[in-house]
């Protein structure tokens, strides 16, 4: 009896986490689903996972990245989970930044090179 209660409980627990991946998998769908390029993620770091567990420095992997998606005006990453647009082009980032600035929510700092 105890021993099928702690195999039921283990199975579910299995079954909890096995959901919770899959979910956070599909966040990880967001640029795809729009259409633009987007860089690797690991579940849940996002886009940021060597720099979370300590293998690579942040600018070290902003610079593969952007390396990486050296032939698009933009493309998309992740901080944990929640999507973030990465512009590289001067001037969309410009009519991004001004002339539709209002149809645009919740911006994070910039820097434009």
Known sequence: ???????????ALLAAAVYLYHALQAKY???TKKGLPQSDTRVPFGSFGDD???????????REEYQKFYDVPCYGGYIVSKPV??????????RILVKDF????????????
């Open 1 to 11: 009896m105890l021993l099928e209660a702690l195999l039921l409980f283990l199975l």
């Open 29 to 31: 769908q967001y640029w």
């Open 52 to 62: 979370i567990l300590g293998k690579k420095h942040r600018s070290l992997l902003a």
């Open 85 to 94: 647009l990465v512009v590289k082009d001067v001037d969309l980032a410009k």
């Open 102 to 113: 209002d149809h645009f929510i919740d911006h994070a700092k910039s820097s434009i090179q």
